[in-house]
């Protein structure tokens, strides 16, 4: 004869939750990149535009702007976030110095990438740290 030994109730509702929770959380890859001025610059997120250009899954794709833009002394830190398991995306930042709403001479510019970026699941994180981006002034 074969015994089933039955769960206690409380141990099977937590095995659910937990099982729900894994499973019906999307996929969210967190894009962090670090924008440096040149020497003796100063970055005002205020004037600052930052697009993250994703493909994801071969079919979507689209640009993101930033969640949060922290002054970071001379430097200003990034957080955009891409709902998918992994992505290619390329960092494209300017600054608008004059205030003109084009980029024009003296303006600040940079971008970057592309780079892989993936959601590693709920244990190991979802967050991708970008490499440095220098801004250069434009002639």
Not at 108 to 115: D, N, Q, T, V, Y
Request: hydrophobic share 35%; charged share 20%.
């Amino acid at each position: 004869m074969h015994v089933v030994e039955r769960m206690p109730p409380v141990r099977s509702v937590a095995a659910c939750a937990l099982l729900l929770a894994a499973t019906g959380c999307s996929p969210i890859c967190r894009v962090l990149v670090r924008l440096l001025p040149p020497r003796g610059a100063t970055l005002d997120p205020a004037k600052l535009t930052l697009n993250v250009d994703y493909v994801s899954s071969g079919t979507r794709s689209g640009t993101e702007t930033p969640m949060r833009m922290t002054p970071d002394g001379d430097a200003v830190e990034t957080e955009t976030t891409i709902r998918a398991s992994s992505a290619r995306v390329s960092v494209r930042a300017w600054l608008d110095q004059n205030g003109s709403g084009t980029r024009d001479s003296g303006d600040l510019e940079g971008a970057s990438g592309p780079f892989t970026v993936v959601d590693r699941g709920l244990i190991r994180g979802n967050d991708n740290r970008l490499p440095d981006l220098l801004l250069t002034k434009l002639p």
